[in-house]
């Protein structure tokens, strides 16, 4: 008798923020999820002094000018580019392109240097900015 | 048994690849929506490369046999396994029992007489007749709807035939 090996593989297209943290940290850990760092110019110190994540005291004018709508769609551009390159954990884009992300971007996150980048980790901390702060600015609005 | 094996198809290198036995190297993969349930079909080839070796009464058992059966919009999933050329349509999967296996069909002349065909797999070659065609058979696995991300590796498809000398 010969055993063939077959294995199931199920995904979820459900945002990462509706899952609960042991399901967070399984995709995190599953093989079939893992995301390489594509962008080796960029030391993971200089990564990580782009992201910081923001209180909902150090809410800026711009988010404030946003409307939760605006906030939301962002998020989902930043999932379907995330998605379209699942083996990609940086993807750059050009401000002068995509005004919109880069607004967004620099407007959710502080750096001493324009934001000109979106990581899968600032896709998470966003989504959970946005959760935090825009839907109670959404129904502000 | 030795020679007798499981073979996928790629079609970016147009090359028969071995399924894996056991070390996950290359496992028969199934990708599923969880959110919206998803059912795939993947079609699988039974071949040999002996020039001197028939096989006879072979069968194919997914494991563990107590798949839950049911649809995409039904309870659990399930694994059903489909012999023959063409593709499988809706009705033949639909009437066919989850986790069931494919059973010997005998000689040509044998399986002629089975019904259905598709649940029987054929010998390959007779005394003094080697065969080392690709002997299609289709493989359908469903995730129902609302599945969290998860990876199963624990079924296995096992191929049980006897071997002989042509």
Request: proline share 4%.
């Amino acid at each position: 008798m010969k055993s063939f090996d077959v294995k199931i593989v199920c995904q979820t297209a459900a945002f990462v923020d509706e899952l609960s943290t042991e399901d967070k940290e399984r995709l995190f850990n599953d093989p079939d999820f893992t995301f390489e760092r594509e962008d080796t110019s960029r030391t993971q110190a200089q990564a990580e002094s782009d992201v910081e994540y923001l209180s909902v005291d150090d809410v800026t004018p711009e988010i404030i000018a946003m409307e939760y709508e605006e906030i939301a769609k962002e998020a989902n551009s930043f999932l379907e580019i995330i998605r379209s390159r699942s083996k990609h954990l940086v993807y750059h884009f050009d401000k002068n392109e995509r005004p919109d992300l880069y607004r967004c971007v620099n407007a959710l996150f502080e750096s001493p240097t324009p934001i000109e980048h979106v990581t899968y980790d600032m896709y998470l901390k966003a989504l959970r900015y946005i959760k935090d702060v825009g839907s109670e600015m959404g129904k502000e609005a | 048994m030795a020679g007798l094996s499981i073979y996928s198809y790629n079609k970016d290198t147009n090359q028969f690849e071995e399924i894996s036995s056991g070390n996950q190297n290359n496992p028969l993969t199934s990708v599923h929506n969880g959110t919206d349930g998803q059912v795939v079909v993947q079609k699988l080839y039974l071949h040999h490369s002996e020039n001197n070796k028939w096989y006879s009464a072979i069968t194919l058992a997914p494991t563990p046999s107590n798949l839950v059966s049911g649809e995409a919009s039904d309870l659990g999933w399930s694994l059903k396994l489909l012999a023959g050329d063409a593709e499988p349509a809706t009705v033949d999967w639909s009437a066919r029992v989850a986790g069931e296996n494919l059973l010997s069909g005998g000689t040509v002349a044998e399986l002629a007489a089975r019904a259905p065909k598709s649940h029987y797999l054929v010998n390959m070659g007779a005394a003094g007749a080697v065969d080392n065609g690709y002997y299609p058979l289709w493989v359908q696995v469903t995730v129902p709807k609302g599945t969290r991300n998860q990876t199963h590796t624990g079924i296995k498809l096992d191929l049980n035939a006897v071997e002989n000398n042509a």
